[in-house]
């Protein structure tokens, strides 16, 4: 595709009124993490009750967005990780806090760690 085609397209598609690619219908990077075949949750960290740095086997961070506060997360010691029904762990997954309940992820995107400390 030439300079004058992108450009004469875009010029149609403006003269038209539709709109081009934005920011809002980009890909995200959303991320998985599997639970099998060695994969898995090698440590996590609460930020405080929004989310939770999570770094898989292979020493990768990620960083899951909470839909809403997760009450008592901040204090755990231990969590579990709602893997179903595909053993794996992405934006449809929950965490588990023990005596409060099952929080829902919002997004799990790749991360530098708690921080920007990718080696934690």
Not at 66 to 84: E, Q
Not at 100 to 108: R, T
Request: aromatic content about 10%; overall charge neutral.
């Amino acid at each position: 595709m030439t300079l004058k085609t992108v450009l004469c397209a875009a010029l149609g598609a403006a003269i038209l009124g539709v709109a081009g690619p934005s920011l809002a219908t980009t890909p995200s990077s959303e991320a998985s993490i599997p639970f099998v075949n060695f994969g898995g949750i090698r440590d996590w960290q609460a930020d405080k009750d929004q989310g939770l740095w999570i770094q898989d086997a292979h020493r990768n961070w990620y960083y899951a967005k909470l839909m809403g506060p997760c009450f008592g997360l901040n204090f755990a010691t231990a969590i579990g990780f709602d893997t179903r029904p595909l053993d794996t762990f992405d934006k449809f997954s929950a965490i588990i806090v023990p005596r409060e309940g099952k929080c829902m992820v919002q997004s799990l995107t790749p991360s530098g760690g708690p921080h920007g400390n990718a080696q934690g």
